[in-house]
C-alpha cells in the first residue's frame, strides 16, 4: 500500500508560482501512475495533471496546460507539480493521487489518495 502526503499550497498573487510537493511511502511506486486533482468550494474534483512513474509520460488538462508541469524524484518517490502564472480560477484544494497501471483522468480510477493542500490565487 502507498501513503501519500501533499505539501507546498499557499497563498499567492495572480501571476505568481508554486510547487506543489507529493511524498510517497511505503511500497515503490515504479509500477503505479500518479495525478494530481483539485477541487474549488462548490465544485467537483477535477483533473489536473498524471504521470506514468515508470516512463515519464504525462497528461495535463487543457486548463493548465503550458503553465503546470509535473516532475518527479525517484530516490525520494516524490511527484513535483510546479504551477506558474497563477490565475484566481486554480485556487482550490490540490490532491495528489495513485493508482496501479496506466494513467487516466478519472477520478474513480485512482485508489490511494493525499490529504490535499490548499492553494488561493489572489486577484
Known amino acids: 500500500q502507498v501513503r501519500l502526503v501533499e505539501s507546498g499550497g499557499g497563498l499567492v498573487e495572480t501571476g505568481g508560482s508554486l510547487k506543489l510537493s507529493c511524498a510517497a511511502s511505503?511500497?515503490?511506486?515504479?509500477?503505479?501512475?500518479m495525478a494530481w486533482f483539485r477541487q474549488a468550494p462548490g465544485m467537483e474534483r477535477e483533473f489536473v495533471a498524471a504521470i506514468n512513474w515508470m516512463t515519464g509520460d504525462t497528461n495535463y488538462a487543457d486548463s493548465v496546460k503550458g503553465r503546470f508541469a509535473l516532475s518527479r524524484d525517484n530516490a525520494k518517490k516524490t511527484l513535483f507539480l510546479q504551477m506558474n502564472s497563477l490565475l484566481p480560477e486554480d485556487t482550490a484544494v490540490y490532491y495528489c493521487?495513485?493508482?496501479?497501471?496506466?494513467?487516466?483522468?478519472?477520478?474513480?480510477?485512482?485508489?490511494?489518495w493525499g490529504q490535499g493542500t490548499q492553494v488561493t490565487v489572489s486577484s
Open positions: 493521487a495513485a493508482r496501479r497501471g496506466a494513467r487516466s483522468i478519472f477520478e474513480r480510477e485512482y485508489d490511494t
Open positions: 511505503g511500497r515503490t511506486v515504479s509500477a503505479y501512475a
